[in-house]
């Protein structure tokens, strides 16, 4: 399996928010859910392109952006996961240099 197909299924069965460090860095929302304020985030990070190892990050990091898939999948209810990380995101935006 691939890593947005684990990070979906990672997010939706137990219900937390994945960050995955690599190329691309993405964020994973629960897909049927709505937003908690006392979700657990877990951060991985893809190392010398052959494993993954858990990153251990500040309260309040910068999040990656979420997939199209996610928004293109995602149950109305879980519209709130956006609105509860958008600060977070937009953070990430403005960290991240835009590649033309």
């Known amino acids: 399996m691939s890593l947005p197909d684990m990070g979906y299924l990672i997010a939706n069965r ?5 960050v995955c ?8 929302f ?3 859910s709505s937003h908690s304020p006392n ?5 991985i990070g893809f190392v ?3 494993h993954w190892v858990q990153v251990n990050m500040k309260e309040g990091f910068p999040l990656p952006p979420v997939t199209l898939d996610w928004k293109k999948f995602r149950s109305h209810i879980a519209t709130t996961w956006m609105l509860g990380f958008a600060g977070r995101m937009q953070h990430w ?3 991240t240099p835009v590649l033309a």
């Open 48 to 50: 010398n392109q052959n």
């Open 39 to 43: 979700v657990s985030i877990y951060c």
């Open 14 to 18: 137990y219900n937390v928010v994945l």
């Open 93 to 95: 935006q403005l960290l």
């Open 30 to 32: 629960p897909m049927t």
């Open 21 to 28: 460090l690599g190329n691309p860095c993405i964020t994973f």
